[in-house]
């Protein structure tokens, strides 16, 4: 299981907190410190749509002055995600062939049986 996110962002210390506290074994991937490749963003928009991985409402969305911005689908959201990885939602979790998108406690308790 990897656990895809930037070390500094809550949501993602709250993702890595729970898993560690249910003894969920996982390796973290930073993915600002790491990078991203175009394949493994387009496997995550296979399970999920580039819709809910693209995060329009954080401060790099708001602050983004590209015209790709303007008329977003699936190809220019690639792009922009991987030039810009703090346009992801977080974090992203892949488990086999499972993909999983944010950090809420029930969702993960339901998926991992704790």
Known sequence: MVLYGIKNCDTVKKARRWLEANDVAFTFHDVRANGLDKATVEAWIQK?????????????????????????????????????PTLIKRPVVTVNDDCMVGFKEADYTAYFGK
């Open 48 to 84: 999920v749509s580039w819709e809910i991985l693209l995060n329009k409402r954080g401060t790099t969305w708001r602050k983004l002055e590209d015209p790709r911005k303007d008329n977003i689908n699936k190809t220019n959201a690639i792009e922009l995600m991987l030039e810009n």
